[in-house]
C-alpha cells in the first residue's frame, strides 16, 4: 500500500497524469502483532545437534546454515545480512562486521562477541563468508531443523538476540548495532522491575 501510494502521488504530483490520488482515502488494515518467540537453551542446543555444529566447524553446507543460526543469536542480524556477507566486511580484529546496505538502506556496523568470533573461524575461507545464498540457507533450515522444533523459525533468532543483547547494552547502542532508527521500539525489551534496577546502584 505504501508503494501504490507513491507511485500514485508521484503519478499525480509530478507528472501531472492525474488529478486526485485514489490512495488517499484509503483506510490502512491494522498492524498485526509482532511475533515474540524466545528461544530456549534447550532448543538452541537442539539445533546444535541436529546440524552437528559442536564442536564449531563448517565444512559442509549444512553445517554452515547450522552456524548462521548461532552466528544471529549472537549478533541480531538478519538472514539476508548473513548470507551477504563479504570477507572485506569483515573486521575480526577489532570484532566487528561491516554491513554497507541494510533493510532500512542505512550502513550499519555490529559488534561481535568472542562466540561469534569462533563461528567466523570455523568457515572455511569463502566468498560470501557463509557459502550460502539466502534460499539454500532456508532450504537446508527447513530441512534439518528438528522435527520437534517446527514452530521455530531462523528469524525468530533475531528477536532472541534482541532480547538478550539488551542485557549488555543501553537503549542507543542497541538500537545502533540492529539498525533501528526509532529507539523507542526496542523499549519492550527494557521491562525490568525497580527492584532488579536497584540492585545497579549500589
Not at 561491516?98 to 542505512?106: A, H
Not at 569462533?118 to 528438528?146: H, M
Amino acid at each position: 500500500m505504501n508503494l501504490l501510494r507513491s507511485v500514485l502521488e508521484y503519478a499525480r504530483r509530478d507528472l501531472h497524469w492525474i488529478k486526485v490520488n485514489p490512495m488517499i482515502d484509503v483506510r490502512r488494515p491494522q498492524t498485526p502483532p509482532g511475533r515474540r518467540r524466545r528461544v530456549s537453551a534447550a532448543e538452541v542446543a537442539a539445533v546444535v545437534r541436529s546440524f552437528d555444529v559442536e564442536p564449531l566447524r563448517g565444512d559442509t553446507a549444512t553445517r554452515r546454515a547450522g552456524l548462521a543460526f548461532l552466528f544471529a543469536l549472537e549478533t541480531a542480524m538478519r538472514s539476508g545480512e548473513i548470507v551477504g556477507l563479504r570477507p572485506q566486511d569483515v573486521f575480526k580484529a577489532e570484532r566487528y562486521v561491516r554491513l554497507p546496505r541494510t533493510k532500512n538502506g542505512d550502513a550499519r556496523e555490529v559488534p561481535l562477541s568472542s562466540r561469534a568470533i569462533a563461528i567466523l573461524e570455523a568457515l572455511p575461507a569463502s566468498d560470501p563468508v557463509f557459502g550460502l545464498d539466502d534460499r539454500l540457507r532456508d532450504a537446508l533450515w527447513r530441512k534439518v531443523r528438528p522435527k520437534e522444533l517446527a514452530d521455530l523459525h531462523f528469524h525468530d533468532s533475531r528477536a532472541e538476540a534482541v532480547w538478550r543483547l539488551s542485557k549488555k547494552l543501553d537503549v542507543l547502542q542497541l538500537a545502533r548495532t540492529i539498525g533501528h532508527r526509532d529507539p523507542r521500539s526496542l523499549m519492550i525489551y527494557y521491562h525490568e522491575s525497580a527492584s532488579d534496577m536497584a540492585m545497579r546502584l549500589d
